[in-house]
Structures are given as C-alpha cells and as structure tokens.
C-alpha cells in the first residue's frame, strides 16, 4: 500500500511539474508577444515603453509630433506609402505603385552643374492627375535642362519627394535643394492633393471639413506657434545677425491661404512654411495637427 501511496504521489507531483513547465511556457510566450506589440505595433511605445498608459495623450501627440518635425528630412524617400480605400483605381500601368519614380535624372559637369532629381508620377488615368503630371514635368524638368543649357554658376541641384495615401486622399510633397554659385542654399517645397474617389485636387479647406477641425483653434494654434519660433529667432539674432525673421503678420499664416500642405498615412496634417518657395534660405516652418 505504501508503494502505491508514493506512485500516486509522483502522479500528482508529475502533473504539477507538467503544469508549472506549461504555465511558465505560456507566460513567456505572452511576455514576448507583448513585447512585440510594444515595439512594432503600440503607437506609444516610445514614450510608454511598458505600455502603462501613463501620459498617454496629449503628451503623447505633443512628443509624436515634435518627433515628426524632428525628422521631416529624412521623409524624402521617393517612394508611397499607405493603403487606399479605393478598390476600381484606373492605372495607366498595372504593374507599377500609385505614385513612383518616372524618371531619375543624374547629370554632373565639373565646374557647372551636380544634378540628383528623382520625378514623381501619379500613375492613375485621369486628366486632372494628367494636368498635375504635366505641371510636375514643367516644374522640375525644365530647370534641369535650364541648368544644363545656360548655368553660368556652379549649381548643385536635388529633388527628392514622398506619396502619402490615406484613404480616399492622396498627398504628394516634393522638395527642391537649390544651391547657385555663392548664394545660400535654398530649399523649395510643393505639394500637391487628390481626391481617389471625387477625381479632383483637394484644398486646405476640403481638409478642415473632413477632418472636422475647428478653423478658429487652427488658427489660434499656427499664429502661436508661429510667434514661438520667431522669438527664439529674435534670441539668435542678438548673436547671429544674419538670422532671418519672419513677418508673423503675414497672411499666408492664415489657414485659407496655405499653400502648402499634405496628410500622412496616418491622418496628420502637415501645413509648410517654405520660405525658400520666395528667397534664397533652407528655412522651413511645420505645424502639425493629428
């Protein structure tokens, strides 16, 4: 009796042995599949790292969006990205992206001209995107053949761009890097807006309407911001008297007259202040709502 006793006890020690090896399995699957979605997929996980949800909020958007204008030069990466709810797009090529690289253009003289130009093209079958081609084309290539067939100065000349799809809209920015001879480098910036489903470009005001912003709060927000940057600026010029200012009453702070604006893939609107668009200067102001 005492030999069975011990066998039924190494039962009951076999199975709890079992089921610790198969909870501590378990946790340890559940503790990486966490970690997984903390780095890969938890939209926090940078700022909330253990995904306690401390913050999370408006200060989470404020360090998102202070990230995102940290890094808008490096968006340029000549390609699109997101999905479309649009399934019945008419393509001109079937066998290429929605926005891609019709034509790379790599030309170099010494003593004349270094020209890197990466030309986007909308890739849908549509006049209004023909016009918006044609104008990109207009636009972009023929300062490259200007640059070649008359440049007197050394000119180094780039164009990068990015696609963004969200939905039904899609969003293109393109930006120049201009430097002639010994004037100051200056960086140029368009953009252009499309609506997949209505077939026609987008305004400012299109996107304040779908997305349901407040046009007044939008305002109060870009006239402060816009005031913020120029104080540190007036700071800086105390040391550095070529810092340029700018004009804060001007009006194309105003939302409706913004020329330049684009939503990422997801969702945040980007207004941008390209001062290089009228003078030579890199100087770029963003304001960024989600």
């Known amino acids: 009796m005492e030999n069975n006793k011990e066998k039924d006890m190494d039962k009951v020690l076999g199975m709890n042995r079992i089921m610790f090896f198969v909870i501590v399995g378990l946790l340890c699957i559940l503790a990486l599949s966490i970690g997984i979605y903390a780095q890969i997929f938890y939209r926090y996980s940078d700022t909330d790292p253990f995904m306690l949800g401390i913050g999370v909020g408006k200060t989470q958007e404020a360090a998102e969006i202070t990230k995102m204008k940290n890094e808008f030069n490096t968006i340029f990466t000549n390609d699109v990205s997101g999905e479309s709810t649009i399934s019945d797009i008419s393509k001109n090529k079937n066998d290429k992206d929605l926005v891609y690289t019709e034509q790379k253009i790599t030309e170099r003289e010494n003593d004349k001209y ?45 164009v990068t761009y990015k696609a963004y799809i969200n939905g039904e809209l899609l969003s293109i920015i393109i930006k120049e890097n201009i430097k002639e001879g010994r004037n100051t480098q200056s960086a140029k910036i368009t953009t252009y807006n499309y609506s997949l489903s209505l077939d026609r470009e987008v305004t400012i005001n299109d ?75 890199n100087k770029i102001d963003l304001i960024i709502f989600e």
Do not use: C, H, W
């Open 114 to 158: 270094n020209i890197v130009a990466n030309i986007p093209y909308i890739n849908i079958d549509s006049n209004i995107v023909g016009k918006i081609n044609s104008d990109i084309n207009k636009k972009y290539i023929d300062k490259i053949e200007k640059i070649i067939a008359e440049s007197k100065e050394y000119q180094d000349y780039n």
């Open 207 to 281: 996107i304040i309407k779908a997305k349901g912003y407040d046009s007044k709060k939008l305002q109060k927000e870009i006239d402060t911001q816009i005031e913020t940057l120029n104080k540190k600026d007036e700071e800086l010029k105390n040391q550095y008297t070529e810092v340029r200012l700018r004009d804060v009453s001007n009006q194309m702070y105003k939302i409706e007259n913004t020329e330049n604006f684009i939503v990422n893939q997801d969702g945040y609107l980007y207004l941008i202040y390209a001062y290089g668009n009228k003078e030579n200067t």
